[in-house]
Each structure stands twice: as C-alpha cells, then as structure tokens.
C-alpha cells in the first residue's frame, strides 16, 4: 500500500527545496506523484525534474489561467513533449469560469488537448470552476481515464462524472466545504484519488502544501467517509493501479 499524489506543482514552490519535499513525502509513504504544468514555459522544468526523479509522472498541459500567454504553436510543442516521454500525462487544463467568462476561448484551448490524450492513449486532468454544463457536454470527448483534480462540486455533479467512469481528485479544499461530509459520503470511492494541488491549497496565506501531509488528508476524508485510514490506503493503492496499471 501507498500514496499517490495526483496533482503537484513542484515547480512552483518558493518556500522549500525540491529534493526535500519529495524526501519527506517518501518517507510518509507518498510514492508516486503527478507533477502538473500549467503552460508552455513550465514544460521544460517539469520534463527535467521527471528525469531526475523516476517517481514523477510529468503532465503537460495549458491551464485555462494562460491560454492568453500561450505561445502559436504550444499545441506542436505539446505533441512532441507527449512522444518524448510515453509516461506523460496531459494537464492541466479545463474551464474556468470563475476567472473568466470567455468560454469560447477556453474552449478552443481545451479540445485540442482532449484530442491529443485520446490520440496519444494519455490520462488527462481536468481543471473545472464554475463549468459543470460546459464540461458535460464535452464528456464524449474526453479519454476513459480522466480526472477532475480539485474536486469541490456538488453530489450531483460528482456523480455525473464518476457514473462516465471518470476520476475525481480531492485535496483538502473540499475538506473546507460547509458540506464536505456531505460531498465525501456521495462519492464513489473506488473512483477517487488524492492529491495536495501543492503548493496551493494550504487555505493559509504564504503557506505551501506538501505532499507529505498526504496521510493527514486520508485520515480527514476517511473520517468523514466513516472507513479507516486504512482501508482507504488499501483503496488509494488499487484506484491508482485501475486508473493508471502502473506501480
Ligand atoms: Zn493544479
């Protein structure tokens, strides 16, 4: 049994050392994790921390925050950073409505992207605030294993999701949600992952999440999901081999 964080961005942390927080996060039993580009200019550093780290899935992707400052041919790029690495995710992406009202734009970033993991056979993570009808709609597009990282929606929507076969990552934000007992009961649990959104979502300014605090979010939704931290371990371990067959 171990953990997986499913969503990282290693190469955004100001207050720590790389090599310390995948350090730590080993030690508490973290043994894989999902480091996440946002856009183009963050490709390269993601590809060469997957090549010093063999514990790093790398995902490459043009986040719905910097569909603006990508450059006219990130989708080329993308195509080659895919057939570089066979390991390589693609993400984040997704549609933000909270930051920005222009779906069509986002749009026009976003299938594409779909596109490529269908192609290339790659996991994809999602990126969704605000966005439930848009994204529903585009389900027939989206590869069998897809995530939705971040998950803070309703029951419904996650039972939407999860009843395509679709993943959901939780991190403990939703953990902040009036309702999150609410959320975490509703949810099938044999389609769910972790992660920390790292070094976001620590809910307290200036502070980063890491990964090694993994454990203490299991034992939080476990809680909450009336299971032992164990037995949610147990499911972690298998949900990460169903969704990605890889140990
Ligand atoms: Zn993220």
Not at 12 to 41: C, E, F, G, M, R
Not at 101 to 110: C, G, M, R, T
Not at 164 to 177: A, E, M, Q, T
Not at 222 to 232: F, G, R, T, W
């Amino acid at each position: 049994m171990f953990y997986v964080d499913s969503h990282i961005h290693l190469q955004d942390y100001t207050t720590q050392d790389v090599n310390n927080i995948v350090t730590a996060a080993k030690k508490n039993k973290v043994q894989i994790l999902v480091n996440a580009s946002a856009h183009p200019q963050d490709w390269n550093k993601v590809a060469q921390l997957a090549a010093q780290y063999p514990f790093l899935i790398p995902a490459y992707g043009v986040h719905p925050w910097h569909i603006a400052d990508a450059p006219d041919n990130w989708l080329v790029k993308l195509k080659k950073m895919l057939e570089k690495n066979p390991r390589a995710w693609v993400g984040e992406c997704g549609i933000d409505r909270l930051k920005n009202k222009d779906v069509a734009s986002q749009l026009k970033i976003l299938e594409p992207q779909t596109v490529l993991a269908r192609e290339f056979r790659r996991p994809l993570i999602i990126h969704s605030v605000k966005a439930d009808e848009i994204l529903a709609k585009l389900f027939p597009l989206l590869p069998k294993r897809t995530i939705f990282h971040s998950f803070t929606g309703s029951a419904e929507w996650g039972k939407k999701i999860q009843s395509h076969g679709f993943f959901i990552g939780l991190n403990f934000s939703v953990l902040r949600k009036k309702n999150a007992a609410q959320i975490i009961q509703s949810l099938d649990f044999s389609q769910i992952l972790l992660e920390t959104d790292g070094p976001y979502q620590s809910g307290t300014p200036n502070e980063e999440t890491l990964p090694q605090n993994l454990p203490l979010l299991a034992e939080q939704i476990a809680a909450l999901k009336q299971i032992s931290a164990d037995e949610l371990m147990m499911q972690l371990t298998q949900n990460w081999q169903n969704f990605y067959g890889e140990s």
